[in-house]
């Protein structure tokens, strides 16, 4: 699935050649094999603490998808018309959609160390 993620081929695009990639590593199920697959593909991980959805500019990208995905309190009968709904609309997300959360990661990363770790407006 990370193959196939459009995050793997539009970073470089996107970031330049030195992007870093953020990992939920709570998420993971084998972290060792996820580390090797980036190691393997030369790309960066960002050494974050877990759980922390303010350094988490993915979270904002959920959000936007459950939001559409669930809009006027749309309920789905079946799992695959769940799943259709889902892949439907991660593949209409506009790349300006995910431009504007990683462009803010600089600011993120400020507020997150001003706050010594507290909650920011992210």
């Known amino acids: 699935m990370l193959q ?6 539009e970073g470089p695009r996107l970031c330049g050649n030195d ?3 953020q990992q939920d590593n709570a998420a993971v199920h084998n972290a060792r094999l996820t580390k090797e697959f980036f190691h393997e593909k ?3 991980l960002l050494d974050h603490p877990a759980c922390s959805p303010d350094l988490n500019p993915t979270e904002n990208i959920w959000g936007w998808m459950a939001r559409k995905v669930y809009k006027n ?3 789905f009968q079946t799992v695959d018309a769940l799943r259709e709904a889902i892949f439907n ?8 959609l995910l431009e504007t959360p ?6 993120r990363l400020f507020e997150v160390i001003n706050k010594n770790g507290g909650a920011t407006h992210y």
């Open 102 to 107: 990683a462009s803010s990661m600089p600011k």
């Open 4 to 9: 196939r993620a459009s995050l793997m081929t």
């Open 42 to 44: 030369n790309i960066t």
């Open 19 to 21: 992007w870093v990639f």
């Open 89 to 96: 609309t991660w593949s209409n997300v506009a790349t300006s």
């Open 73 to 75: 309190g749309h309920q």
